[in-house]
C-alpha cells in the first residue's frame, strides 16, 4: 500500500500544476492541498477544483506504477545505544522480559522503510521493528534531545529535534535529522530505506 | 531604511502567504494567519500580496521607525498610536522617521499585520520568508522579535515623503479598503465534511451543527481548542496517522474538537471531521479564546464559490491600489 502511495506522490510531482501547495503521502493515505482559486482561474474545471484534482488523483492512481519507480536511498545510521544515550532502554527490557543486547541485535536486523515523515521537521517514521520489540508509548511523554531512536508500537523513529515525546528510547544517533542551514534540511526522503548500526560511546563523541 | 524594535509584544512574527511544498518532510506552510488581512496590508502598501509582514498579537510591540515609510496595518484593531495620535486602520500611511508605533487597547480581533512599502530585507528559507518557531528558521533569525531588533526595508520609500505635511507626524492616504464583508457572521464558521464525518454518531453530527462551540484559551498559531458537547464516534478504533492542513478540524479522544491553524503538524492520527472553508479561515483567525464558533455545513460548491469571490475581490483591490498609487508618485 505504502508503495502505491509514494509511486502516486512520484506521478503527482512528476505532473505538477499551477496550485499544487503539498502532497503529502502518509502510511495508507496521499494528502494534496491546492489553491481552488488558481485551479478555477488556469484550468477553468467544468465543475469544481475538488473534482479535478479527484480526476487527477484518478490519474495518477491509474497510471503509477510502484514497480517502476527507482530504488529507494538507503541510510546506514550510527546509534550508540549505551546508557547515557538510551534512557529507557533497560525499562523495556524489563517490560518486554529480553535483554538489551537482544534488543539491540533485533532492532539493528532490519532493513526499514520511511513510511512517512510528520510531527516535525524531518521526523521519519520507520517500520516495522520485530514483534520482540515492539511496545506500547509511555503513559507520560518526557522530554526528549534530538538524535534520540524511539520505539513506539511496531514503529521506530529518530527525534529531529529537541521536544517533548512519548516514545521508548533506546538510543542516540550523531548525526542532525534536521538542519535548517543546511542545502538539504532534510536528507531523508518518504520511501527511503534504513539501518541502523551500534557505535560506542567515544565513537558518538567523535561523530558529533 | 530600518526600524527597530523598542519594546516586543506578545508574539511579533514576520509572516507570508506561507511555504508550500514542504510538507512531505515535516515542513508545515505557516504563514499569516489571517492572509486576507496580510494580503490586503501589503496592497495597501503597495507590495505584492505575499510579500512579508510583521504579524503581531495583542499586548503589541512598540516600534520605532528610523526612516520615511509607506505603511498599513490591518486585521484586529489594537488601537494603533504613532506617538500621540490614533493611526487608522485598513488605510495606507505615510510615517516619518524617528516617530513611535504603539498598540493601546485590545478592541477587536485577535492579530494585526504591518507592511512596509518594498517588504523587509530578511532571507528567505525554503522559498518562504514566514517565521518557523519549532524549527528555529525562516523570517527574523527563526524567532520572535526582540528588543533591539532592527529590521531592514528591501526598498527606499523616500520618494512618498513629500506627501507629509510639515509638523505632522504621518498622513494617511486617502483611500481605504471595506474589509465587512470578509468578517462579517464573525461567528458562523463554515466547514466541509472531513474523511471520517461519517464515523459520528448520528446525534453528534446534531451536536456539532445545533451547539456553539468556545475557543479554549489553550489555543495558539499550531491550533485552536474548542469546548462544547463531547462528541462520540460511532467506533473508537485507532486511525492510521494520514495528512492534515490549516482548518482540519480534528476530535480529540475525550470528545472535544481541535481546528488545525497556520503552525499545525503535517500529519496527524485524530478522526478529521470537517474542514473549515478557505474563505473563512481569516475569520476564524480573529476569533480569540472565550469566543464562540456556530459551525456551518456547506458543500464543496460552495465552499468554492466563497473564496472565488474573496480572491476576485483581492484582484480588483490590487489594480486599485495600484493605480492609486501610481497617480501620487507620478
Same mark, same amino acid.
Given at each position: 500500500?505504502?508503495?502505491?502511495?509514494?509511486?502516486?506522490?512520484?506521478?503527482?510531482?512528476?505532473?505538477?500544476?499551477?496550485?499544487?501547495?503539498?502532497?503529502?503521502?502518509?502510511?495508507?493515505?496521499?494528502?494534496?492541498?491546492?489553491?481552488?482559486?488558481?485551479?478555477?482561474?488556469?484550468?477553468?474545471?467544468?465543475?469544481?477544483?475538488?473534482?479535478?484534482?479527484?480526476?487527477? =488523483?484518478?490519474?495518477?492512481?491509474?497510471?503509477?506504477?510502484?514497480?517502476?519507480?527507482?530504488?529507494?536511498?538507503?541510510?546506514?545510521?550510527?546509534?550508540?545505544?549505551?546508557?547515557?544515550?538510551?534512557?529507557?532502554?533497560?525499562?523495556?527490557?524489563?517490560? =518486554?522480559?529480553?535483554?538489551?543486547?537482544? &534488543?539491540?541485535?533485533?532492532?539493528?536486523?532490519?532493513?526499514?522503510?520511511?513510511?512517512?515523515?510528520?510531527?516535525?521537521?524531518?521526523?521519519?517514521?520507520? #517500520?516495522?521493528?520485530?514483534?520482540?520489540?515492539?511496545?506500547?508509548?509511555?503513559?507520560?511523554?518526557?522530554?526528549?534531545?534530538?538524535?534520540?531512536?524511539?520505539?513506539? #508500537?511496531?514503529?521506530?523513529?529518530?527525534?529531529?529535534?529537541?521536544?517533548?515525546?512519548?516514545?521508548?528510547?533506546?538510543?542516540? &544517533?550523531?548525526?542532525?535529522?534536521?538542519?535548517?542551514?543546511?542545502?538539504?534540511?532534510?536528507?531523508?526522503?518518504?520511501?527511503?530505506?534504513?539501518?541502523?548500526?551500534?557505535?560506542?560511546?567515544?565513537?558518538?563523541?567523535?561523530?558529533? | 531604511?530600518?526600524?527597530?524594535?523598542?519594546?516586543?509584544?506578545?508574539?511579533?512574527?514576520?509572516?507570508?502567504?506561507?511555504?508550500?511544498?514542504?510538507?512531505?518532510?515535516?515542513?508545515?506552510?505557516?504563514?499569516?494567519?489571517?492572509?486576507?488581512?496580510?494580503?490586503?496590508?501589503?496592497?495597501?502598501?503597495?507590495?505584492?500580496?505575499?510579500?512579508?509582514?510583521? !504579524?503581531?498579537?495583542?499586548?503589541?510591540?512598540?516600534?520605532?521607525?528610523?526612516?520615511?515609510?509607506?505603511?498599513?496595518?490591518?486585521?484586529?484593531?489594537? %488601537?494603533?498610536?504613532?506617538?500621540?495620535?490614533?493611526?487608522?486602520? /485598513?488605510?495606507?500611511?505615510?510615517?516619518?522617521?524617528?516617530?513611535?508605533?504603539?498598540?493601546?487597547?485590545?478592541?477587536?480581533?485577535?492579530?494585526?499585520?504591518?507592511?512596509?512599502?518594498?517588504?523587509?530585507?530578511?532571507?528567505?528559507?525554503?522559498?518562504?520568508?514566514?517565521?518557523?518557531?519549532?524549527?528555529?528558521?525562516?523570517?527574523?533569525?527563526?524567532?520572535?522579535?526582540?528588543?533591539?531588533?532592527?529590521?531592514?526595508?528591501? !526598498?527606499?520609500?523616500?520618494?512618498?515623503?513629500?506627501?507629509?505635511? !510639515?509638523?505632522?507626524?504621518?498622513?494617511?492616504?486617502? /483611500?481605504?479598503?471595506?474589509?465587512?464583508?470578509?468578517?462579517?457572521? +464573525?461567528?458562523?464558521?463554515?466547514?466541509?465534511?472531513?474523511?471520517?464525518?461519517?464515523?459520528?454518531?448520528?446525534?453528534?453530527?446534531?451536536?456539532?451543527?445545533?451547539?456553539?462551540?468556545?475557543?479554549?484559551?489553550?489555543?495558539?498559531?499550531?491550533?485552536?481548542?474548542?469546548?462544547?458537547?463531547?462528541?462520540?464516534?460511532?467506533?473508537?478504533?485507532?486511525?492510521?496517522?494520514?495528512?492534515?492542513?490549516?482548518?482540519?478540524?480534528?476530535?480529540?479522544?475525550?470528545?472535544?474538537?481541535?481546528?488545525?491553524?497556520?503552525?499545525?503538524?503535517?500529519?496527524?492520527?485524530?478522526?478529521?471531521?470537517?474542514?473549515?472553508?478557505?474563505?473563512?479561515?481569516?475569520?476564524?483567525?480573529?476569533?480569540? +479564546?472565550?469566543?464562540?464558533?456556530?459551525?456551518?455545513?456547506?458543500?464543496?460548491? %460552495?465552499?468554492?464559490?466563497?473564496?472565488?469571490?474573496?480572491?476576485?475581490?483581492?484582484?480588483?483591490?490590487?489594480?486599485?491600489?495600484?493605480?492609486?498609487?501610481?497617480?501620487?508618485?507620478?
Amino acid at each position: 500500500m505504502n508503495r502505491k502511495v509514494m509511486a502516486m506522490a512520484a506521478w503527482l510531482r512528476k505532473h505538477a500544476f499551477d496550485g499544487l501547495n503539498n502532497i503529502i503521502p502518509a502510511y495508507s493515505s496521499l494528502t494534496v492541498s491546492y489553491d481552488p482559486y488558481l485551479i478555477k482561474t488556469r484550468y477553468q474545471p467544468a465543475s469544481t477544483a475538488f473534482d479535478w484534482i479527484k480526476d487527477l =488523483l484518478q490519474a495518477a492512481y491509474n497510471q503509477s506504477n510502484e514497480n517502476s519507480t527507482a530504488s529507494p536511498a538507503l541510510h546506514r545510521i550510527p546509534v550508540c545505544y549505551e546508557e547515557e544515550y538510551a534512557p529507557d532502554l533497560d525499562t523495556l527490557a524489563l517490560h =518486554l522480559q529480553i535483554t538489551t543486547s537482544e &534488543i539491540i541485535a533485533l532492532h539493528t536486523a532490519v532493513v526499514y522503510r520511511v513510511y512517512m515523515i510528520g510531527f516535525l521537521p524531518g521526523f521519519a517514521y520507520l #517500520g516495522t521493528v520485530d514483534d520482540k520489540i515492539a511496545a506500547p508509548r509511555k503513559a507520560q511523554p518526557s522530554s526528549v534531545m534530538a538524535g534520540s531512536v524511539g520505539i513506539a #508500537g511496531k514503529q521506530t523513529g529518530i527525534y529531529p529535534l529537541n521536544s517533548p515525546g512519548g516514545w521508548n528510547i533506546i538510543g542516540r &544517533i550523531p548525526l542532525k535529522m534536521f538542519d535548517p542551514h543546511a542545502e538539504q534540511p532534510v536528507w531523508m526522503q518518504p520511501g527511503d530505506a534504513v539501518q541502523f548500526f551500534p557505535i560506542t560511546a567515544r565513537e558518538f563523541k567523535t561523530r558529533q | 531604511m530600518s526600524l527597530t524594535i523598542i519594546k516586543p509584544g506578545l508574539c511579533d512574527t514576520i509572516q507570508d502567504a506561507g511555504r508550500h511544498g514542504q510538507a512531505h518532510l515535516g515542513i508545515n506552510a505557516g504563514g499569516a494567519m489571517d492572509t486576507y488581512a496580510a494580503g490586503v496590508a501589503n496592497l495597501l502598501a503597495g507590495n505584492q500580496r505575499c510579500e512579508a509582514v510583521l !504579524e503581531v498579537h495583542f499586548p503589541g510591540p512598540q516600534i520605532l521607525f528610523e526612516q520615511n515609510a509607506l505603511i498599513s496595518i490591518t486585521g484586529g484593531d489594537f %488601537t494603533p498610536y504613532l506617538n500621540d495620535e490614533p493611526l487608522p486602520l /485598513w488605510r495606507p500611511i505615510v510615517v516619518r522617521r524617528n516617530t513611535i508605533l504603539h498598540f493601546d487597547k485590545l478592541q477587536q480581533g485577535a492579530r494585526c499585520y504591518i507592511a512596509i512599502h518594498g517588504g523587509f530585507n530578511v532571507e528567505p528559507w525554503l522559498g518562504s520568508y514566514s517565521t518557523n518557531l519549532k524549527a528555529g528558521a525562516g523570517g527574523y533569525e527563526g524567532r520572535k522579535l526582540a528588543k533591539g531588533d532592527e529590521l531592514c526595508f528591501r !526598498e527606499n520609500t523616500v520618494y512618498f515623503a513629500g506627501l507629509l505635511k !510639515e509638523g505632522k507626524d504621518f498622513q494617511v492616504l486617502n /483611500w481605504r479598503v471595506d474589509m465587512r464583508r470578509i468578517y462579517e457572521n +464573525p461567528h458562523e464558521i463554515c466547514f466541509t465534511c472531513g474523511h471520517e464525518f461519517s464515523e459520528l454518531c448520528p446525534n453528534s453530527q446534531q451536536d456539532l451543527l445545533q451547539n456553539n462551540f468556545i475557543i479554549h484559551p489553550f489555543s495558539d498559531r499550531m491550533g485552536y481548542r474548542l469546548k462544547g458537547v463531547p462528541l462520540k464516534r460511532k467506533h473508537d478504533y485507532e486511525l492510521i496517522s494520514s495528512g492534515v492542513g490549516f482548518g482540519t478540524m480534528q476530535l480529540l479522544p475525550d470528545g472535544q474538537l481541535i481546528v488545525l491553524m497556520a503552525d499545525h503538524q503535517t500529519t496527524g492520527g485524530y478522526p478529521r471531521i470537517g474542514h473549515i472553508v478557505s474563505a473563512h479561515l481569516p475569520k476564524l483567525a480573529q476569533l480569540r +479564546p472565550s469566543d464562540t464558533i456556530q459551525f456551518k455545513r456547506v458543500d464543496i460548491q %460552495t465552499a468554492e464559490d466563497l473564496l472565488y469571490s474573496q480572491q476576485q475581490e483581492m484582484v480588483i483591490l490590487q489594480r486599485a491600489c495600484h493605480d492609486h498609487l501610481n497617480e501620487l508618485v507620478c
